[in-house]
């Protein structure tokens, strides 16, 4: 059985809103005014100041992070909906947006994610890119993403989400091909950017259908009338908002985008990944998640969707050998898991795993790009191995992101994915929690296999390469993420711990439910459960990598053979989509541009030369003699008469 409640049924009371023009959360509009500041300041002194110009977009950052915090500061001491006015953005007839913020404890968590992350994603730049040709537009386009997440985050209706939506997959276009002088690099650009208009043309629709019901677009107005939607209305609502969704947060069949966005710089996989572009998605469903409680089939439409996609990425990650791939895999499979929470109604378990998964995919992404700055970029993770030694800071940090991310206890990602699947338990589902301990399982093996190819066993690098712990700008990065990894679950030690309480008043809720209601299973059954697959997954890698005979190289991987081969072609996914619309899709587009041609410009092309040569026949009659104009009157004339007396006869 599943449970889910209206949302008249809510357990919690909504923020009360209010208006503020003053105070800390009145400055709210700086915190994406600045990082756009920076990004127009970088542009135009990059020749003045040249490399020095990078420091404008980091103290951008900076400054916006510290908004932040203030502002949270504030939500903290006085929760509320706090709406900050700007200006009237569109105005036409009775149809009006207000170009508004809307603060209320999710945006608030949501700030402190994306400009904390992305300081110290600024910061770790600083070191990585150094040297680089574009030095300094880097850092302006990553101002410029900076800003689009944040007006995603804090617009006060759907439209100005919107307008930060498609920014954001405007800075990740110029971003992930920004060494756009690979065709790879271009070509992944371009393969993001369609991917997401595709889920963009549903979420307009979703907006179109809303406004038709609700008469507006505002959350403040939608939000609460959302208990007044019909069964049918509901369903269709939440099903074009996970259309968009999907696409943003790479879930199936839209996720095909995100592995190929590892051709960027590690830093931009740092970002999208971890923090920003990708937990777009997740954060549109929690933020109209009052409209999903109104659907069970499509929440549960959600709900499997994410479990679906929780075991393709982590079995494509099985056999994944770039070290950035393996890793981009993992990201498909763990957002997987914040849908899974938020179509079983475990909404702020799911934004819970959104924020764990911030610090230790983070700290990940950003090790693997110390490791190829110590490998001379290499990325292959069996070219590698005895690098603990050399890169202390990294192996460390990336010990605890490994362990955190593989769901072992103390560390964050344990307490998120737990609280998940438990939910999902409790509400029910069991099939679904069943299958996400088999993608816990799944996640640890290869995440283990990830850190034992790198950092254990004997060097498998040539001689020419001398690896090296990495500058300061970028490990500092990863001892904050690391610590962040480490202690995150405090944030939400228990099933109804700080976070969860935080969140109440800005999500629906469902409703208390005991931990032993849908089938007998006690909480610390369920918890033994997901320390045992994590820890059998570690174990089937120790035995494999650590244990094994590794002078065999790839014959020594588990899975070999056709499940191997449809693995690395990944479940030939690309592979249907280029035959069905690159290939077929081609050939139908160049037979609708052949019956254009031929046929409709045809026709047209040839009523007008008719009429051409029927003007050229005609006008050989236009002669210019009177008297021949006079002997075509009388012959007519005369055709006339005989025509008239036949008649009458």
């Known amino acids: 059985m599943t449970f889910l409640l209206a949302a008249e049924d809510l357990a919690v009371t909504p923020n009360e809103v209010v208006e503020a023009t003053s105070g800390l959360v009145g400055l709210a509009w700086l915190i994406p005014v600045v990082p756009l500041v920076g990004f127009l300041l970088v542009l135009a002194l990059t020749k003045t100041l040249r490399e020095s110009a990078a420091f404008i977009a980091v103290g951008a950052a900076a400054i916006s992070f510290l908004l932040s915090v203030g502002v949270a500061t504030q939500i903290l ?73 944040l007006v995603l ?70 939000l609460p009338a959302a208990g007044e939607l019909s069964s049918g209305v509901a369903l269709a609502l939440v099903l074009l908002l996970l259309g968009g969704a999907a696409a943003k947060s790479a879930q199936i069949p839209l996720f095909v985008w995100l592995p190929d966005a590892m051709a960027g710089p590690t830093p931009v996989s740092a970002l999208i990944h971890a923090a920003t572009m990708v937990t777009a998605g997740v954060y549109l469903t929690v933020r109209m998640s009052p409209v999903l409680v109104q659907s069970v089939p499509g929440m549960e ?60 995919k983070g700290l990940l992404f950003l090790a693997a790009g110390s490791v190829m700055h110590a490998m001379a970029n290499r990325s292959d993770a069996w070219g590698m191995g005895g690098l603990r030694k050399a890169m202390p800071i990294t192996f460390w940090t990336s010990a605890i992101g490994w362990l955190a991310i593989s769901g072992v206890f103390p560390f964050a990602g344990f307490f998120s994915k737990d609280q998940i699947l438990t939910e999902a338990y409790n509400h029910g589902y069991f099939a679904i929690w069943l299958l996400g301990l088999l993608g816990a399982v799944l996640t640890a093996f290869y995440m283990s296999r990830w850190f034992f190819l790198i950092f254990l066993g004997e060097r498998r690098f040539a001689d020419d390469v001398h690896p090296h712990e ?15 990894s480490l202690f995150g679950g405090l944030l939400n030690f228990e099933h109804s711990g700080w976070l969860y309480t935080f969140l109440a008043p800005a999500v629906a809720d469902i409703g208390p439910i005991g931990y032993e209601a849908a089938g007998g299973i006690p909480l610390f059954g369920l918890i033994g459960a997901a320390v045992v697959a994590g820890l059998l997954g570690i174990g089937l890698a120790y035995l494999t990598y650590v244990r094994g005979d590794l002078s065999r190289g790839r014959m020594l991987e588990p899975i070999r053979g056709v499940p191997a081969e449809v693995l690395e072609r990944k479940f030939y996914v690309d592979d249907l989509y280029s035959l069905v619309f690159t290939r077929i ?22 009523a007008g030369a008719a009429s051409l040569a029927f003007g050229r026949v005609t006008r050989r009659a236009q002669t210019g003699l ?24």
């Open 301 to 360: 439409v959600i709900a499997w969707i994410g479990i679906g996609t929780v075991l393709l990425g982590a079995l494509i990650a099985l056999r994944q050998d770039d070290i950035k791939k393996i890793l981009a895999y993992s990201t498909v499979s763990q957002l997987g898991y914040m849908f899974v929470g938020v179509g079983v109604g475990a909404f702020r378990e799911g934004i819970f795993h959104l924020v764990t998964h911030a610090f230790f």
């Open 585 to 606: 899709g081609g050939r139908f587009a160049g037979a609708m541009v052949w019956v254009d041609t031929r046929i409709v410009d045809g026709l047209v092309n040839g």
């Open 470 to 484: 990495s500058p300061a700008s970028m490990t500092a990065p990863l001892i904050v993420l690391a610590a962040l």
């Open 153 to 222: 985050v804090l617009g006060s209706d759907l439209v100005t989400l919107f307008v930060g939506w498609e920014l954001v997959g405007l800075s990740s276009y110029l971003l992930i091909g920004f060494w756009f002088e690979k065709a790879e690099y271009a070509s992944a650009a371009k393969k993001a950017f369609i991917t997401n208009r595709v889920g963009d043309v549903s979420f307009m629709v979703a907006m179109f259908l809303a406004f038709s019901v609700f008469g507006s677009l505002a959350f403040t107005d939608v």
């Open 626 to 649: 009177v008297r021949g104009y006079v002997a075509s009157f009388l012959l007519g004339a005369l055709v006339l008469v005989g025509f008239v007396l036949y008649s009458v006869r």
């Open 77 to 149: 001491g006085d929760p509320a909906t706090y709406i900050r006015p700007i200006g009237t953005f569109i105005q036409a007839g009775e149809f009006s947006v207000a170009w508004d913020l809307y603060i209320d404890q999710l945006t608030t968590v949501m700030l402190l994610v994306v400009t904390g992350v992305g300081l110290l994603v600024h910061v770790y730049s600083l070191g990585y890119m150094h040297g680089d040709a574009r030095y300094e537009r880097f850092f302006a386009y990553l101002n410029l993403f900076l800003f689009s997440m």
